[in-house]
């Protein structure tokens, strides 16, 4: 099992520039399935979440080639239905092949998607949003064999905002006869950047970004040329690092609307941030300052996906933060691993209860999820003397070679 080495307390300092987004990218591939002909894709991710998916699209009969960060995905030759259950199993958005899929050739025999265990993601909600557009679905030995061939447009009423459900209902609707409209749909800007690419490639998708998704269905989509965007967790993350160990850091080719909470919350912390067009520039206070009450939520509430991150910036604050995690119920697993660096953080129910320490210590903790992997080394970075942190293929699944990243700013960090 590959684990990182760390020698923590040098700041970090330099230039960064953010790469494409895993949340971004992993439902265009998935999107990809429903047009005919061939895409190009631009600032693509090497990360292991993508290879996964380009597997999976190899399974289903695409031909695919890579140029530097460019993928060329040719889909003409797709006929299988049947999807791999180890595939599936490898990341949660595998199950947005189930509405691509269903799309495309109207039925799909899948598995149920594994990923990081960050609490219970069930699927029920795309399953009850595909029954009500008319899909047959039976379960035979843990095998979901679904027909689509009564599909028609519904109005979907989503219980909870959630990002994958919105995102399979988008491709299941796109080429379905018909009109759809998504009400409570998630709001994030992944959702936003589907709908760009899909309408690029000939769909008539209008309001996401909002709580209304509206989707007259087409015949077919054709190939498109496509830039992925910058990925506003991977932003995050680099500036959580930069507060952590005391740092100056500048990011490139990243959106600071995306990501204005977490932006928000470092400046309370005590951080100078200056932004510009497509950068941002940080600057760590000598002392972080505790923050008010965080609640995680769907966007543009504070990302779930970087409480662990910032928690471990809060752990060195000159007072008590408190942080609810109202999106996954076991998102905290990196609290225990935390105090075993000398943290000072309680759990009541959802909420944490961070105080802050002045120093962190190096110690050997085991990331076991993506999110909580990355803290850990933030926490690593900040910490006196040595740290390892072990199951970097969590974080390989959402960031690429994180280790050269902040080798180049200055850290002392190997991957072993």
């Known amino acids: 099992m590959d684990r990182y080495r760390i020698e923590g307390g040098r700041p970090l300092k330099g230039i ?46 695409c031909r695919i080639q890579k140029q530097n960060r460019s993928i060329i995905i040719n889909t ?44 219970l993601r069930p699927i029920d909600l795309h399953l009850k949003a595909f029954r009500e557009m008319g899909v047959s679905i039976e379960e035979e030995k843990g095998i979901l064999c679904c027909d689509a061939s009564k599909c028609i447009g519904q109005k979907i009423n989503l219980d909870f905002p959630s990002v994958g459900a919105t995102e399979n209902c988008i491709l299941l609707a796109t080429i379905s006869k018909g009109h759809t409209t998504i009400y409570n749909a998630a709001c994030e800007p992944e959702i936003v950047e589907l709908q760009t690419f899909l309408n690029l490639c000939g769909a008539n998708i209008k309001g996401a970004g909002t709580e209304c998704i509206s989707i007259e269905g087409v015949q077919e989509l054709h190939g498109a040329e496509y ?40 400046g309370e912390a005590g951080c100078i941030i200056k932004e510009q067009k497509d950068s941002i520039y940080l600057k760590a206070p000598q002392k972080i300052k505790p923050v008010s009450r965080i609640h995680t939520g769907p966007y543009p509430d504070f990302p779930t996906d970087m409480q662990p991150q910032f928690m471990s910036v809060l752990t060195l604050a000159s007072g008590t933060s408190i942080i609810s995690e109202t999106v996954f ?23 944490a209860i961070i ?56 850290a002392n960090i190997v991957l072993e």
């Open 76 to 119: 003409n030759d797709c006929k299988n239905i049947d999807i791999n259950s180890k595939s599936v199993q490898k990341m949660r958005s595998s199950i947005l092949f189930m509405g691509a899929l269903l799309g495309r050739f109207k039925e799909v025999n899948i598995g149920y998607p594994g990923g990081c265990e960050i609490g």
């Open 355 to 410: 105080k802050g320490v002045k120093s962190l210590k190096g110690a050997y903790v085991c990331g076991r999820d993506l999110r909580c992997g990355a803290a850990l080394i933030l926490a690593g970075l900040a910490a006196e003397g040595e740290t390892v942190v072990e199951n970097a293929c969590y974080v390989k699944r959402g960031y690429e070679q994180i280790e050269k990243v902040f080798t180049s700013l200055g």
């Open 329 to 351: 119920e076991s998102r905290f697993k990196h609290i225990s691993e935390l105090c075993r660096m000398g943290a000072d953080i309680t759990v009541e129910g959802q909420t």
């Open 227 to 266: 830039t992925v965007s910058p990925d506003r967790i991977e932003a995050g993350t680099f500036l959580c690092g930069a507060a952590i160990t005391k740092g100056e850091i500048e990011l490139k080719n990243v959106c600071a609307d995306n990501m204005r909470q977490v932006l928000l919350r470092l």
């Open 16 to 61: 960064v520039t953010v790469r494409g987004s895993k949340n971004g990218i992993l439902p265009i591939l998935a999107g990809v399935m429903l047009t005919k002909g061939e895409t190009i894709l631009h600032h693509c991710p090497s990360i292991a979440d993508v290879h996964f998916t380009l597997e999976m699209l190899e399974q289903l009969g």
